[in-house]
């Protein structure tokens, strides 16, 4: 991968070690959860259900089923503000039971089914949703017919700043690992698997290839663990050794999913257990206590953050990626069958005298000018802090230097804001992956995701509008 930027050791990586979030209050699940459409809602307010019983089911497209985390009973059906969007839910009011529901047909003798009951298997349990752009089933297609699947891609490293690290995932499980892979193969035997891993994880992962039995049908690949590395179009890129970024693991006959997953098809399709809960990273030095949480999907990000925050006014807490999560303005925001961290910086209050010049000796920079890149001691710290104003472009072409795809973010972000869109497409706009790398190594803080977004979707709007009069 060209670009990328390493993070260094982070002040708040999450230590080892998992803690079981106990149920409390209502659970509220969406009705869309990952890769998919929305689902319509199968029970009504009153209706007492189990866990892992079917909540809501989509027909005529691809979105896989989502269940009940708890058993209890529906307290009512409304919507959850889920970053930008308002997404349908279901309200859970757990009893304490402890009553559930497994997926008839799942089986340890799994390598005695047909691949499309390994497929069926993974969409009901969810599974399917968890893939980048959908993992096809006999009677869901997705971006990529099941036939068409030549390549399965795991992301086994995580390169974006507070997510979990394998080993915190593996932890215990590395046979169901081994296990998941088997999964995979079965529901698409003529697909090569390739897990791509950290350096750091290469006893791990040489564990995973021993306790396999080497199969012909899968590689293990170390990776330089620069973010973005884990998104699907590098990481297939990358796997494949395209010369090339691919515009869609689907346009190669891939599909890509995480380490997360595998383990999940291990329990759909062995313990037949659909998705009901997850292992979430809780890091930033937000966090006065981070760690590893095991929680059910519903549970509210108030219950995550209870007896684990710093003193601070207003923590800023982001679900998901750093980077690629969004931030959370209401504690009452869910977790899904997707989330995989929360993270939790300090949001200073107090301006920073010449803020603009020192991001300081132990704060993270891609710049070569500060203290920070002279020290090789210690861990660094990230804050939400954006060390003072937005500034004019100073030509330093960080941007450029770090951008995976090769684009030229500080050029794209003039056209957009002068009105060129068109021209932003000769210039590779519709290439950038989002992985918001420019903005944040900016040093006059200029956010270039933003206007490049929007040229995106200006571009697309046009698009349409000339495809609607053609
Ligand atoms: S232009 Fe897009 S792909 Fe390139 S660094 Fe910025 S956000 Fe990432
Ligand atoms: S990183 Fe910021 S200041 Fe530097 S070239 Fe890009 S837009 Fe301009």
């Known amino acids: 991968m060209r670009g990328g930027f390493r993070f260094p050791k982070l002040e708040g990586e999450p230590p080892a070690g ?11 699940v969406p009705l869309r959860q990952g890769f998919g459409g929305t689902c ?23 979105a896989c089923p989502v269940h009940a985390p708890a058993s209890g009973s529906v307290a009512q059906i409304g919507s959850v503000k889920i970053g930008d969007d308002e997404v349908p839910a279901i309200c859970i009011e757990p009893d304490g039971r402890n009553e559930e529901e497994r997926l008839p047909g799942a089986t340890a ?7 499309e009951e390994v497929q069926r298997l993974l969409h009901e349990a969810g599974v399917g949703s968890l893939f980048f752009e959908g993992l096809p089933a ?36 590395l046979d169901d690992f081994v296990i998941g892979l088997r999964v995979l193969h079965q529901a698409f035997p003529e697909a090569k698997i390739a897990v791509g891993h950290s350096r750091a994880d290469s006893d791990l992962l040489a564990e995973v290839h021993r306790r396999g039995g080497a199969p012909p049908w899968l590689t293990i690949r170390p990776l330089v663990a620069k973010y973005p590395q884990e998104h699907p179009a590098l990481l297939v890129t990358t796997l494949l050794a395209h010369k090339k970024v691919i515009t869609s693991p689907a346009a ?84 899904t069958r997707t989330t995989a961290a929360l993270a939790c910086l300090p949001l200073p209050t107090k301006a920073e005298l010449l803020g603009s010049f020192r991001p300081g000796a132990r704060n993270v920079s891609a710049s070569n000018a500060f203290l920070a890149a002279v020290l090789p001691f210690g861990s660094r710290r990230l804050v939400a802090s954006l060390h003072g104003e937005r500034r004019p472009c100073v030509q330093c072409n960080y941007c450029e230097d770090v951008c995976p795809v090769e684009i030229i973010p500080h050029l794209l972000s003039k056209q957009v804001t002068h009105g060129l869109v068109d021209e932003s497409e000769r210039f590779g706009i519709l290439s950038c992956i989002e992985c918001g790398l420019c903005s944040y190594v900016c040093p006059s803080k200029i956010d270039l995701l933003a206007d490049i977004r929007l040229g995106k979707r200006t571009l697309m709007q046009e698009k349409e509008k000339y495809a609607e009069t053609a």
């Open 40 to 62: 319509a809602a199968v029970v009504k307010a009153g209706d007492r259900v189990v866990r892992g019983q079917v909540l809501g089911r989509a027909e005529g497209e691809f």
């Open 252 to 335: 190669v006959g891939a599909v890509v999913s995480d380490a997360q997953a595998v383990l999940h098809a291990k329990e759909a399709v062995v313990d037949g257990r659909p998705i009901t809960e997850r292992l979430i990273a809780l890091g930033g030095n937000g966090f006065s206590r981070g760690g590893y949480a095991k929680v059910r999907v519903g549970t509210g990000v108030r219950a995550l953050v209870s007896n684990r925050l710093t003193d601070q006014a207003e923590p800023y807490l982001v679900l998901g990626g750093l980077f690629t999560g969004f931030r959370v303005t209401d504690l009452e925001v869910p977790v």
């Open 138 to 173: 006999p009677a869901a297609p997705c971006l990529l017919p099941a036939e068409q699947v030549k390549f399965v891609a795991i992301a086994a490293l995580a390169t974006e700043p507070f997510l979990p690290k394998l080993r915190s995932l593996l932890d215990g499980r």
């Open 18 to 28: 998992v803690e079981e979030v106990a149920l409390s209050g209502p659970l509220w």
């Open 109 to 115: 003798s799994f390598e005695q089914l047909p691949a």
